[in-house]
T-cell receptor
Framework: QKEVEQNSGPLSVPEGAIASLNCTYS??????FFWYRQYSGKSPELIMS????GDKEDGRFTAQLNKASQYVSLLIRDSQPSDSATYLC?????????????FGKGTHLIIQP | DTGVSQDPRHKITKRGQNVTFRCDPI?????LYWYRQTLGQGPEFLTY????????KSRLLSDRFSAERPKGSFSTLEIQRTEQGDSAMYLC???????????FGPGTRLTVT
């Protein structure tokens, strides 16, 4: 059973601070990892992808991957009220014929002005 | 690049009726995916196509569900004899490559009364 676990929150962070979102996954052969942002009533929006161990930075966002610990995280620097949303972690095993994403339930992030 | 589009955006139907949804992927993407999302949950993978070939189906895709992508461009998802448990957001995504970034459309919200 493929599982992706996230703390559902809510995670409350003051404006301008760093928001740290965490995700663990169960399948050791997972190869691709993604973070999506989802506003209430809207569809998921891709914000970061990461494929190898280490850090990947894109603007105010940094994704971190540790395959040995089966752990992926997302850091949001200089948090803004517009960052308030649900953040979904998604994993793609990418082996055999499989290509569907397995999602966590999401972490609800609230940025306090 | 107009993004992934879905039609209709909302559908209300009575239990027992059949419904069909359409998805148009990003034009150069040959992979197309269907997901279902219920309130408070992450999206759940249903099926995916590479060009016109349906390569993977989730156990969630019961025999009442059928998906097609006849010419490798747009796709349709049909639900026969709808049940109240089918009420959900149906999301379509597309991708350039296996294991690659998946971009979601706006979704079709289905309500079965």
């Amino acid at each position: 059973q493929k599982e992706v676990e996230q703390n559902s929150g809510p995670l409350s962070v003051p404006e301008g601070a760093i928001a740290s979102l965490n995700c663990t996954y169960s399948d050791r052969v997972s190869q691709s990892f993604f973070w999506y942002r989802q506003y209430s009533g809207k569809s998921p929006e891709l914000i970061m992808s990461i494929y190898s161990n280490g850090d990947k930075e894109d603007g105010r966002f940094t994704a971190q991957l540790n395959k040995a610990s089966q752990y992926v995280s997302l850091l949001i620097r200089d948090s803004q009220p517009s960052d308030s949303a649900t953040y979904l972690c998604a994993v793609n095993i990418g082996e055999g014929g499989a290509d569907g994403l397995t999602f966590g339930k999401g972490t609800h992030l609230i940025i306090q002005p | 690049d107009t993004g992934v589009s879905q039609d209709p955006r909302h559908k209300i139907t009575k239990r027992g009726q059949n419904v069909t949804f359409r998805c148009d992927p990003i034009s150069e993407h040959n992979r197309l995916y269907w997901y279902r999302q219920t309130l408070g949950q992450g999206p759940e993978f249903l099926t995916y196509f590479q060009n016109e070939a349906q390569l993977e189906k989730s156990r969630l895709l019961s025999d009442r569900f059928s998906a097609e992508r006849p010419k490798g461009s747009f796709s349709t998802l049909e639900i026969q004899r709808t049940e109240q448990g089918d009420s959900a957001m149906y999301l379509c995504a597309s991708s350039l490559a296996r294991g690659g970034e998946q971009y979601f459309g706006p979704g079709t919200r289905l309500t079965v009364t």
